[in-house]
């Protein structure tokens, strides 16, 4: 049997949890979006796009492309490093953004970590999401702890 008040203890406990994760998650993130910066690039083509509609109307974009370093062929989907902000709904069109600007075909420029080729993505950088996420974060943490 829960005591008075230990099934609210626990829920801000859990709130407090997903806070820290979802903090670390966005630091790394941070750190590897500004880890782009220094990455080699090289042209790259625009193998394939989607615009993924999934439950309640949220839209995705799917970029594929591929491109090659030393003689190596890689394929990636990674737009940009960290949390997204592809995810739209209603009057945002950040999905649809993204496909307009990326065509099947298109040459692109494709930034790649020359340690590790695979890594890759076509827009180099900090990423606005990881710096929501790690907003959100801190706000998860400071009502779980302080269980406002």
């Not at 859990?14 to 820290?20: Q, Y």
């Not at 193998?47 to 949220?58: A, E, F, K, P, S």
């Amino acid at each position: 049997m829960f005591k008075k008040g230990s099934y609210q203890d626990m829920e801000f406990n859990i709130l407090t949890i997903f806070g820290g994760m979802l903090g670390v998650y966005s630091i790394l993130c941070m750190f590897k979006s500004h880890q782009t910066l220094s990455w080699e690039s090289i042209s790259g083509r625009i193998m394939q796009t989607d615009l993924i509609t999934g439950q309640r109307g949220y839209e995705s974009a799917e970029i594929y492309y591929e491109y090659e370093v030393r003689g190596q062929m890689y394929h990636n989907n990674v737009v940009r490093i960290g949390v997204g902000l592809s995810v739209t709904k209603g009057s945002f069109s950040d999905a649809r953004d993204t496909l307009s600007c990326y065509r099947i075909g298109q040459k692109v420029r494709v930034y790649y970590n020359p340690q590790k080729p695979k890594e890759s993505c076509l827009q180099r950088g900090w990423n606005f999401g990881n710096i929501i996420g790690l907003m959100l974060a801190i706000w998860l943490i400071v009502f779980g702890v302080c269980k406002i």
